[in-house]
């Protein structure tokens, strides 16, 4: 089967890793260590690329442009502000990473958004083309039914309102070797990706079900901000499972350690 992933940069945010880890010993300080400064890091976001002979799917969108406006009124902007590439400004962004594949928005067959936070769906506009077919969990567009105002913690309505999105149920084969696996916790709906390729192997992209390396353990290590605990933790262990079955190489949504260094990153590497 032929198949082939390519991994895309879609924008780099920096944050305070309490965010995103509650960790004894890396991220929680000692008391006699009050003075010391919290810590800072690169919190990356990545989007898939995947060519079967069904057709170009894509899996999330990683941070918009106009982030530093889009993200004012919910305060992000000094929480995760992206950081641009120094030599090039342009550089990063999911347009920009298409780009350089020789693709834009309309080539793209199926758009799958692991779950409709600001990091993940904030470009999904961009594919309301009337050629992609946009997808996520049916569990998250119902929970972003209840929310009222600009956004609700860090969803933003208006990064995908008035597109026609198509739900997923359960764990699914969406494409041959191409299959979502239902996580969520960290959201109502968050979903995870898994490649079965011919040549690499199997591959699990967790998106924000397991945030970094460090999150995954074991044991499963928390963030500040999830929706519900004890499903959090029952997905972790689930891919887990799956993991362990498939001898899968595991990809976790904003690890900055992993991004650096133990990534195959688009245009030149791919998954196959
Ligand atoms: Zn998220």
Redesign the pocket.
Known sequence: MDIKAHVLHSGDMEADYTWLLLKPDRIIKPVQERNTPREFGLVPTHAILVETPEGRMLWDTGVPRDWAKRWEPTTFDRFFPVVDDAEDPEAGYLDHSLAQMGLTTEDIDLLVL??L????AANAKAFDNGKTKIVTSSAELEGVKGITGYNQG?HIPSDYEGLDIGGIDGDEEILPGVSVIQTPG??WG?MSLMLDLPNDGTKIFT??AVYMRDSWGPPAVGAAIVWNNLAWLDSVEKLRKIAQEKEAEVFF?HDADQAANDIRWAPEGFYS
Do not use: L
Request: hydrophobic content about 15%; aromatic content about 8%.
């Open positions: 692991s779950h936070h600001f990091d993940h860090a960290h959201t968050t998106s924000d949504g």
